[in-house]
């Protein structure tokens, strides 16, 4: 730049700071007591606007969760101070104390009539005693005079709070009847307001609500957790400068007394779901706290919409085929790791929580835990199928390797037992699948490569979770193999194996798909609230276990025979080529088994996955398991049942 340049632009600039340093002077200090005085006569108050939460739906649209709005009655604070203060006949020291009151002579009631009409009139169109309007007025002004009396002493001085120029809640969830009536005559209620505010509603009552959660209040807690990273984001946002977040900047965060998601995907998705509140900029005259105008107003912004994989009509079928019973079913596309059904008994209704959690939350039979994907126990017998795949794998057996079963077998001085007391003679894996034989199996496990096995099952998934999206999935058990006792435990699905159904489903789920380790997910899209797809589920690499083309056609013949010839025969599963396999796991418990059933359908051209688990009941895997899969296939394929 040149130097007469340069000298232009310098006289520019310092002309330019010096408009506004006069300026300031003038604000500051020649004008000072007019601005003075209108700051002690008017203030900005903000309001909240509540967003709409997103909507939950299912794969083909049916509402699972819903807000709807809800309605409140609030009202002026210096009305219910007032109220308060003639009804109760209470007296608030700062009140009477104050210059005017001690210079007339005349009653509160005649120099306030207008502040106590809302009282009489609310009561009289709401049907609501004045008592219980004085006993929650009164709530309220212990806790703003309370406040007030907090921030005066560590000022100093006599302050007017935020809380004094606002509206308080003291009537909640008015039918719309009633509030249509309020509104319709405002000037019969002064200092009255109607806050319509969302509530949330799952209009399907209990249907999935392991998947779908609750909604419960922020703990005070949570609130600072959640009020400090809404500031860092404002700051960040505003140090940014003008990034695609600002405009966040125009809302508000979490307020104290606001619900949100507890389980589920409520709880997943969150972020996704709630909105964000918007703001109103009123400004008040401080004197008697009437609104002057309303200087801007930010609405809110609504929640994205999310549509979940399930199934309707198959949770509810799933839901009624499990009954009473303490367990778990899930049905899985074979091939995506779409969830059609996620069904977990007890239950609870999220309508109720509110009201019923306390006495769920110390039910012994724990309807809280999502038992398809926090329910880890021993697999038993659906597990021998990985056994049998790193055994051939290896080459420790092959198809023309066969065992004697007599009900038994050693190991050193240890008996381990075969499920059938007079054991299933020569037997061969073809045989030992279908007819579920402990024997071949401890005795598989014997010349099993230790390490191996354990990789296979590891590849499997076995002991981590699947990541599905929905909290709290455990990830269950797989134990190093130290001993060939240990081995021979684990090879039958029992000792410290642990798994999830939700495991068991993804494994039979690669039997039937070649080998591809889907990812189990709830999500299927977002959308926005003109219905415009924002973000579709996109998968994460699949993991591939290598299988043996040979080997896999082993298994999956033998696990057709265990309908048609094996322990699951004359269930009524042919029909519909289900191929599966049954399993009892022992609990400890003398006659307490956990029974399970994994499986696709149909084997020709798999479509599902699914596994069914019954807790603590006293029959084996086939015999309770199996008629709960005849009722599921007749949710999965209607057209066969109608023509069978």
Known sequence: MSPFRFKVVFMVFLLFFLCIVVRLFQLQIIESDKYRGISKTRRIHTYPLEAVRGSIFDRNGT???????????????????????????????????????KKTKEACIECHKEEDVWLENVSEALSIPKKDLLDNSEQVIMKVERLKRIVERRNGRSILVKEETDFHPVVFDVSLEKIISVDVKKEDFPGVRVNPRPKRIYPQQRLASHILGYMGKLTDEEWKMHSDRWNDFILNA????????????????????????????????????????????????????????VVLERPPLQGNNLYLTIDSQIQACSEEALGKHLGAIIVMDTWTGEILSMASNPDFNPNTINNDFQELSTLSSKPFLNRAIQGALPPGSIFKIITAISALSDQSIDTRSSFVCQGFTNYKNIIFRCWSQYGHGLITLQDAIPYSCNVFFFETAKSLKQENFYLWSKKFGIGEKTGIDIPYEKEGNMPKLKTTAMTMNVAIGQGALLTTPLQCVRIYAALANGGTLVYPHVLLKFTDSRGGTIQAFRPENKNKVVLSPAVLDIIRNSLQDVVIRGTAKNMGLEVYKVAGKTGTAETGKKGVNHAWFAGYVPYDKPRYSFVILIEHTSGHGGEVAGPIARKLMTALFPEIEQSS
């Open 63 to 101: 509402v699972l969760a819903v807000d709807q709005h809800a309605f409140d009655l609030s009202v002026k604070y210096k009305n219910l101070l007032y109220s308060y203060i003639v009804h109760r006949k209470k007296e608030i020291s700062r009140i009477s104390e104050l210059e005017i009151h």
């Open 238 to 293: 505003s140090l940014s400068d003008m990034s695609e977040d600002s405009s966040s900047l125009l809302y508000d965060g979490y307020a104290k007394d606001d619900c949100v998601g507890r389980f589920g995907v409520e709880l997943y998705y969150e972020e996704e779901l709630r909105g964000l509140r918007g703001k109103r900029f009123e400004e008040i005259t401080c004197v008697n706290t009437e609104i002057k105008k």
